[in-house]
């Protein structure tokens, strides 16, 4: 599977923007997607994962409840809802996709990679 994905921008504090990760590929719909992001100088982290076959979703406790992930299958693309945004969501964002990852939180599990689209949150 090949991934793009885009909705990245600058907006204010307290604003929203919306996330898509538009995907390629076959059987779509069995993969998990995750979204992480990375800020500069700092790591990688998880945000969100919404499980393949129509699975649960999960999120970093850092963005429940202002972030909503959804998927639709028939477009196969993932979305990442994102609103009360904060400016430490300051970030590039990237999806990943993999089939059943043991961890998935862990950005290793993930062999497929979105190329990352950047979100400024100014205060």
């Known amino acids: 599977v090949q991934l793009q994905a885009s909705g990245g921008g600058l907006v204010q504090v307290g604003g929203s923007l919306r996330l898509s990760c538009a995907a390629s590929?076959?059987?779509?719909?069995?993969?998990?997607v995750a979204w992480f992001r990375q800020a500069p100088g700092k790591e990688r982290e998880f945000v969100s994962v919404?499980?393949?076959?129509?699975?649960?979703?999960y999120y970093a406790d850092s963005v429940k409840g202002r972030f909503t992930v959804s998927r639709d299958n028939a477009e196969n693309t993932v979305y990442l809802q994102m609103n009360s945004l904060k400016p430490e969501d300051t970030a590039t964002y990237y999806c990943?996709?993999?089939?059943?990852?043991?961890?998935?939180?862990?950005?290793?599990?993930?062999?497929?990679w979105g190329q990352g689209t950047q979100v400024t949150v100014s205060s």
């Open positions: 590929g076959r059987a779509f719909s069995s993969y998990d």
């Open positions: 919404i499980r393949g076959y129509g699975g649960p979703t």
């Open positions: 990943a996709a993999a089939l059943g990852p043991r961890v998935w939180m862990s950005p290793f599990e993930y062999a497929a």
